[in-house]
């Protein structure tokens, strides 16, 4: 288990925390958490304010497939893929490369990139429909934080469970109070987040023993 941050070329999100600040209620957060087309493709202060492919994600891409000395054949899942991009630059860096991807959003699975349609699974990560060890390298970036730490745990169990180790796994954090309170102005469907030592806390309980980082709102 290592800390490695694999997302070090995606361009940093440009975020009015000010504006999400204000905009927030219980009713944007419950919309927020359907994961619908608000989430995805409605107004900014509801998620995303557009979710739309852009090949942002091929230089990561390049450094998964280099840190897990992925290979043609291989079958990598992506957990929390959304509309696919990952799944589709994955394929597009390492052709032949089998890979996957499961949601619990049946929105973003209908709008997915046409390159990955059948290759995208509605489901979620607490009950993974595949085998043990099924996988070479299962990644989980900004997912398992949407829900709370008991399941949480649970998720990261099943992560551990289908990937036999070889996966990593993002999530929200931050290193001081000064950036929990901007990340908890900004945040609408995270529903556990904890400083570092809590989360290494917390895959030292569900026994996983992949890679992680973190996502650190500032």
Known sequence: MAEIDLLRALPKAKRNIQKRKEAKDPAVIA???????????GPREYGYGGY?????WLPVSRDIVAHFNLRPGMRVLD???AKGFLVKDLMKVCPGLE????????????HC????????HLGTVERLPFPDRSFDC????????????????GALQEIERVSGGRAFVQVD???TREQKEIFESWVLTAQYYDFPEGWKK??????YSGDYFWTVIE
Do not use: W
């Not at 990139?113 to 995208?120: P, T």
């Not at 917390?202 to 026994?207: C, D, N, T, V």
């Open 138 to 153: 299962v990644l989980s970036i900004n997912t398992v934080h949407d829900l709370p730490r008991s399941r949480a745990l």
């Open 79 to 81: 957990v929390g893929c």
């Open 173 to 175: 954090s931050f290193y």
């Open 113 to 120: 990139e046409l390159e990955v349609v059948g290759r995208l």
């Open 31 to 41: 919309a927020a958490r359907e994961y619908g087309e608000k989430y995805f493709d």
């Open 99 to 110: 890979v996957f991807g499961l949601d619990i959003s049946y929105y973003a699975l209908m």
């Open 202 to 207: 917390l895959f030292q309980e569900a026994r």
């Open 52 to 56: 739309r492919y852009d090949g942002r």
